[in-house]
């Protein structure tokens, strides 16, 4: 089992420097189940493709099953896991952490995605709701944070406020670059190593106004999780079903990790995440922007689409 | 705990909105969010000006609410009332009447009922409890502010009441006084158990006193900002406090959140102004059109 990573050994170049080097999208099957729609590492030149063995998971089975099951983003870290040995195993990849969500339209599952995290600075948390009506961290991994994850464990928002009560309030996506000065982000994390460059927050949820969870992903300066990450304006009425969307304008970059960043490519992601009416992962440098690949994912607010966050690699 | 001691006191969207002379309504404190367990203490800080006295005072039900609501063990509250004590930086005394008077006169209004034997037992019981068995017959103008702070507590807190509200109690003290009257406090409040919103500009003063810390946001529209559960076991002992491994975690936590509100105040107050005139002149557009 161990020998698979050397097999495969993965290849470090700057390219591929990011914290997410494992990507996998999942589709509801029949009686709750989850199916592997797609497995890509990110590899130096590619976003390469796997079939893995296992493409299958039951309700509450697993990483995946859980995801679905609990309708919030799950984060496994501890090995041994055989979540994480599975994907070690089938990429090649050191993932030293696996991160699920779930995504809806409306109430309706359409995916799970599920990414593999390789060592290096960065966080993501999972804010749920308790019994006071304030979000408190329930799930998390934290590298190079120490004293930022201590306070983030005494720290309760109720809606509307920091980022997690943003995406609460409003029931959007919402990024923030330089969280260190910008007034939005209400935690510090100057009294540690990593310092975080971007912070994406993602509403998990069913119905609007009642997000399950939030989940926020942080870059740090000396990786991001992701080569490219954005929040892109749209607008579209939401399809019956799971028939594809209408065609989807985006009419503004919100927030994205590039400066001066210009629509362009990021239509056409658009584009093919309408034609596919869920998540879609494009893997043709011409349709991304020069990057290898893009995960696009929608996000609904009363009925239209009305986000879109990419993350690219 | 039942439903309502875990939702003893609970501030939905409270919002205040003030005219400015220009006749529009700008809203100070906006979308204020809190929920108070029973018998918690819950401390208030955030830059001068941003709000918190017109939290307490709306809390207090001194200062009409523009929108939002409020209520004390499930019941929905509007103006002053008996279940709610109120205690400022200065504590108001009557000059010509005696400490023990000056206790006394809220008491008559709380026992009306009572016989005057145990009037007489509450006023002194209390006054004895912030330490004032020596000084019950003393007049204003013979205490220092201190003292006078301890009398102002004692007739708070004789009232019986559920909700404590604190407005800066110890702003005008030196810090020994301070720190003797934060222990007072804290030894009546963890016997009595009465639920407590205490403002205060004193960040030690707020991890040491508090259950919770309330961060303020920078007004206009100032909203909490976080909430900080506060870990340290009471009663408390000042030493132990101090000597915790992540006390400086804390008075860290707490300092960079108001350093960073005031280094966006002007950019926030900014970004304000031109929402509301943007959303003036989409008014102003729309009576053209009609
Ligand atoms: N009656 C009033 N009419 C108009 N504006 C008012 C009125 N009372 C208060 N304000 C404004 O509301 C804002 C909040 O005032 P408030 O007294 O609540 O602040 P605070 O946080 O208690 O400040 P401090 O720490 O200095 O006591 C201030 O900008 C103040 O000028
Ligand atoms: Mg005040």
């Excluded at chain 1, 990024?175 to 910008?182: A, C, E, Q, R, V």
């Excluded at chain 1, 922007?289 to 690699?313: C, W």
């Excluded at chain 2, 709306?58 to 609410?65: C, E, K, R, S, Y």
């Excluded at chain 2, 110890?170 to 720190?179: A, H, K």
Aim: proline residues 6%; glycine residues 6%; charged residues 25%.
């Amino acid at each position: 089992m161990t020998t698979a990573t050397q097999d495969h050994p993965p290849s470090m170049t700057a390219t591929t420097n990011c914290l997410i080097r494992y990507i996998e999208i999942w589709v509801p099957g029949n009686d709750g189940s989850v199916v592997l729609e797609s497995a890509r590492v990110v590899d130096a030149d590619c976003l390469r493709a796997l079939t893995p063995q296992i493409t299958t998971f039951q309700l509450g089975e697993g990483l995946i099953g859980s995801a679905v099951k609990q309708r919030s983003p799950v984060i496994f870290q501890d090995l041994p896991s055989t979540d994480l040995q599975r994907v070690r195993d089938q990429s090649g990849v050191p993932v030293t952490a696996m991160l699920a969500f779930p995504v809806y339209l409306e109430d309706r599952l359409i995916n799970v995605i599920a990414v593999g995290l390789v060592d290096g600075d960065g966080a993501a948390e999972i804010w749920t709701r308790d019994d006071r009506d304030e979000l408190s961290v329930s799930g998390s991994i934290y590298r190079g944070l120490d004293s930022f994850e201590y306070m983030s464990q005494h720290v309760r928002f109720p809606k509307g406020a920091g980022l997690p009560g943003y995406c609460w309030k409003f029931g959007v996506p919402k990024m923030l670059s330089d969280p260190g000065t910008n007034p939005n982000f209400i935690r510090s994390f100057d009294r540690d190593r990593a310092a975080l460059t971007s912070v994406v927050g993602l509403p998990i949820s069913r119905s609007y106004g009642y997000p399950e969870s939030i989940l926020l992903l942080m870059s740090s300066q000396s990786i991001p999780l992701a080569n490219y990450a954005a929040v892109l304006k749209v607008d579209a009425a939401l399809p019956e079903d799971d028939a594809p969307f209408p065609p989807i304008t985006v009419t503004s970059i919100e927030n994205s990790s590039q400066e001066d960043d210009d629509i362009d490519w990021q239509q056409t992601a658009v584009d093919q995440m309408a034609a596919c009416g869920s998540c879609c992962l494009i893997d043709e440098e011409a349709l991304c922007g020069g990057f290898k690949g893009v995960v696009a994912i929608p996000f609904t607010k009363k009925g239209r689409v009305d986000r879109a966050v990419l993350l690219a690699f | 705990m039942n439903r309502h001691d875990s939702r003893y006191v609970e501030i939905a969207n409270l919002t205040k909105a003030y005219p400015n002379p220009f006749g529009h309504d700008i809203e100070v404190v906006k979308d204020f969010n809190m929920i108070l367990r029973k018998g918690e203490i819950v401390s208030v800080i955030g830059h001068s000006g941003c709000g918190k006295s017109t939290v307490l005072t709306m809390v207090a039900g001194l200062n009409p609410i523009s929108s939002g609501s409020l209520a004390v063990q499930g019941r929905e509250v509007s103006g002053p009332g008996p279940d709610r004590a109120v205690v400022f930086q200065s504590p108001c005394l009557l000059p010509w009447m005696s400490t023990y008077d000056n206790v006394m006169l809220g008491v008559k209004q709380c026992y009306p009922h009572g016989s005057k034997q145990q009037r007489k037992e509450i006023c002194e019981y209390y006054l004895n409890l912030v330490g004032l068995a020596d000084s019950m017959k003393r007049f204003p103008r013979e205490m220092s502010g201190g003292m006078q702070q301890r009398v102002g507590i004692a007739r708070a807190i004789a009232l019986k009441p559920q909700v404590l509200l604190l407005d800066e109690p110890f702003g005008r003290l030196d810090s020994l006084t301070r720190m003797d009257l934060q222990d007072v406090i804290l030894d009546i409040l963890d016997r009595e158990r009465i639920t407590t919103m205490v403002i205060t500009h004193d960040v030690d003063e707020a991890i040491y006193m508090s259950d919770r810390i309330c961060m303020m946001t920078n007004g206009p529209e100032a909203t909490v900002g976080q909430i900080l559960d506060v870990p340290f076991q009471r009663p408390r002992l000042r030493q132990d406090v101090l000597d915790d491994p992540h006390y400086y975690d804390f008075r860290f936590a707490l300092i960079s959140f108001l350093e960073k509100q005031e280094r966006a105040k002007d950019s926030h107050v900014a970004e304000v102004k031109q929402r509301l005139n943007a959303a003036d002149s989409a008014t102003d557009q729309q009576v053209t059109r009609v």
